[in-house]
């Protein structure tokens, strides 16, 4: 099945602009790059742009993480698209940086964003792609991890994995779900490259 849609996960506000949680939206906003943000409803901001000779909606929830599905919902059955040809990027503490993980559904994994979108959509068959953020400091409170900000040092860090989720998702729409993940899912590159 093709991907019609892409949702980049993340909160709203400079609050948490430059936090590992906000991993979704910076994926979107390098797919987008030049392209025109959309209100949607007062649920979230909506893009089109064109990949792999393929037009794509892109969109972000602005309600709030754990709210997300809200807006997920509303616009995927305005347009009609399927839970099976939704991407949904966002940020996993369990994978290292610069990991990323393809997958066609499951569980949230415990990510309160990803299972607003599971609840919404009335179906774990929503495939996603987590962008590892990694690995969660011994002893620290995972929610504090993802909603602190980073360092110059920690941000620089994560921008390669930043780039090649953008990628994968660009392969996604272009070549299909298998192919991005047969070419992602293999090898985590080390950090740096």
């Not at 962008?131 to 011994?138: E, F, M, R, S, T």
């Not at 409170?141 to 930043?162: G, H, N, Q, T, Y």
Request: glycine share 12%; aromatic share 6%; charged share 20%.
């Amino acid at each position: 099945m093709p991907i019609r849609l892409v949702v980049g996960l993340g909160n709203p506000g400079p609050r948490y602009q430059d936090t590992r949680h906000n991993a979704g939206f910076r994926v979107l906003d390098r797919l987008a790059a030049g392209g025109r943000w959309k209100a949607w409803r007062a649920l979230g901001e909506t893009a089109e742009i064109a990949l792999g000779g393929a037009s794509v909606r892109l969109a972000k929830p602005l309600t709030s993480m754990n709210l997300s599905g809200r807006m997920v919902r509303s616009f995927s059955l305005f347009h009609k698209v399927p839970p099976g040809d939704i991407l949904i990027c966002y940020d996993e503490f369990q994978l290292p940086i610069p990991a990323i993980r393809m997958r066609l559904g499951g569980s949230s994994g415990g990510h309160n964003g990803m299972q607003s979108v599971i609840d919404e959509l009335g179906t774990p068959d929503v495939p996603r792609l987590r962008i590892g953020v990694g690995p969660l400091p011994q002893g620290e409170d995972p929610a504090d991890f993802v909603l602190r900000r980073m360092s110059a040092a920690e941000a620089k860090e994560l921008a390669p994995a930043l780039d090649r989720a953008a990628e994968a998702v660009r392969i996604a729409v272009a070549g299909g779900m298998e192919k991005a993940m047969n070419a992602f899912n293999a090898a985590v590159p080390e950090a740096g490259a």
